[in-house]
């Protein structure tokens, strides 16, 4: 089946990648030219593991191509997938400016019956706006369908999570159409389920709200534990053993970031408000997760005095593997640590490049080891392997001081006492 993907952010440039991988012929469509031509050239426009090889070697084999040209993306394909950035307004709404905009082109230029499959998080009601669009600019009359198809990649492991994912969910209003998506996937050994169009698009939302709350609870978890002087990584695996509730995604820390939950959440509170429901233990959730940084850097200021400190700040991305820095606890955090008048200095293995087009009143170090050289007191923020791997001891010799905040616990405390530091992490 021919394949054309509207928009290369995440989403929209590992599925195409990947369903060429697949055997298919796939056209990736952006209307940013030079991303367009980068990408031509082997150029990504993300940080992803193992994602250029496998874009280079399919573009090289005639199954990827790329291009500019919405009429070209959609009169040579029969199944259209739309990927395009919904990123919310301030009150959490989501923006749905691209996805309509999408939807009148493929109206315009539809040559034939299409299936039009929505790969964006969109809110529930929207597969039927964009039928909606479609019809009204459709310049020649034909048949399409309007499927959704949620996808529920994780950055950093985004083509491992999309070539085998847990669940397909194809949502649509006939099967007929259901089925036509149900094809590209035939090779790829998941379980797919059909639903309707509306669950689908609550399924994606869902998805992401309850990992948000499992994470937001074991968070608060983690305030009681430190009140009553337990310990949140063994509660959390005694919970976790529990097959119904499961150890993942019950790490406690900083809080969650990156692009997706912070987002996902405030539009699934939003969608329903606007149905009349108040969601809340999503305001909650949300709630409790706005509220960590703020205290985590409380912790940090009722042990030390920060002012004329010079901190080390580990980690810039919203987790390990990734050069996000969208709703990056850590840059939250370097916020405070400024407004202390405290000399901060940061590394991050990825994420510098992207940090320093915001980020200015920092140092940049080379390497974590530069970074701590003459810290009074070091933070992890992001818990990149490099960090657990890093030698403590050379840390530890290297610094002026022998505070350790570790807003991911991700050492031993009792490790890190014996190797001389004044350690500080979540819920231990
Ligand atoms: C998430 C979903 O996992 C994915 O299915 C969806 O398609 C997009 O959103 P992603 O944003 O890439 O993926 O990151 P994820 O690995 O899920 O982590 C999200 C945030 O939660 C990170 O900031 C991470 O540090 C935090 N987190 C995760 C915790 O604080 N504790 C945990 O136990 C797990």
Redesign the pocket.
């Given at each position: 089946m021919k394949i054309s993907v509207i928009g290369t952010g995440y989403v929209g440039l590992v599925t195409g990648v990947v369903f060429a991988q697949l055997g298919h012929t796939v056209i990736c469509m952006d209307k940013n030219r030079e991303k367009i031509d980068n990408l031509k050239r082997g150029i990504m426009p993300i940080y992803e593991p193992g994602l250029k090889e496998m874009a280079v070697k399919n573009h090289d084999e005639g199954r990827l191509f790329y291009t500019w040209d919405i009429k070209e993306a959609v009169t040579k394909s029969d199944l259209i997938m739309i990927a395009v950035d919904t990123m919310p307004k301030e009150n959490w709404q989501t923006n749905l400016g691209s996805v309509k905009a999408v939807a009148k082109d493929i109206g315009i230029w539809m040559n034939g019956y299409k299936v039009i499959v929505n790969k964006s998080t969109v809110p529930v009601g929207t597969g039927n706006l964009v039928e909606r669009i479609i019809r009204q600019n459709q310049k020649k009359k034909c048949g399409f369908d309007v499927v959704s198809n949620p996808?529920?990649?994780?950055?950093?492991?985004a083509i491992n999570?999309t070539l085998h994912p847990d669940r397909v969910i194809i949502g649509a209003e006939n099967t007929a159409a259901a089925m036509k998506v149900v094809e590209i996937y035939q090779d790829m050994n998941t379980v797919v389920k059909v639903t309707k169009l509306k669950s689908a698009e609550l399924i994606?939302y869902a998805?992401?709200a309850f990992?948000?709350t499992?994470?937001s609870f074991?968070?608060s978890l983690a305030d009681l534990a430190e009140l009553t002087e337990s310990d949140i990584e063994e509660i959390a695996e005694g919970i976790g053993l529990d097959k119904r509730i499961g150890r993942?995604?019950?790490?406690?820390?900083?809080?969650?970031?990156?692009?997706?939950?912070p987002k996902?959440v405030g539009s699934l509170i939003y969608t329903a408000k606007e149905f009349g429901y108040d969601f809340s233990i999503l305001r909650e959730v949300k709630r409790v997760n706005e509220a960590r940084i703020e205290r985590f850097f409380a912790k940090m200021k009722k042990t030390v005095k920060l002012k004329k400190k010079r901190i080390a700040v580990l980690g810039l991305s919203?987790?390990p593997d990734?050069d996000d820095l969208r709703e990056s606890?850590s840059l939250k955090l370097i916020k405070f640590l400024l407004k202390e008048d405290s000399e901060v200095i940061v590394y991050d293995p990825v994420a510098m490049d992207n940090a320093k087009a915001s980020l200015k009143r920092v140092k940049y170090a080379k390497n974590a080891y530069e970074c701590v050289k003459g810290a009074d007191i070091t933070v992890l923020v992001t818990e990149w392997n490099e960090f657990r791997n890093a030698d403590l001891k050379k840390i530890k010799k290297l610094m002026k001081g022998d505070l350790f905040f570790d807003g991911?616990n991700a050492f031993e405390p009792h490790i890190m006492k014996k190797l001389g530091f004044r350690y500080f992490s979540v819920g231990r």
């Open positions: 996808e529920f990649l994780r950055e950093g492991q999570d994606k998805s992401n990992l948000a499992k994470i074991i968070n993942q995604f019950l790490n406690a820390g900083i809080g969650y970031g990156g692009s997706c939950f996902d919203f987790k990734t606890p991911r």
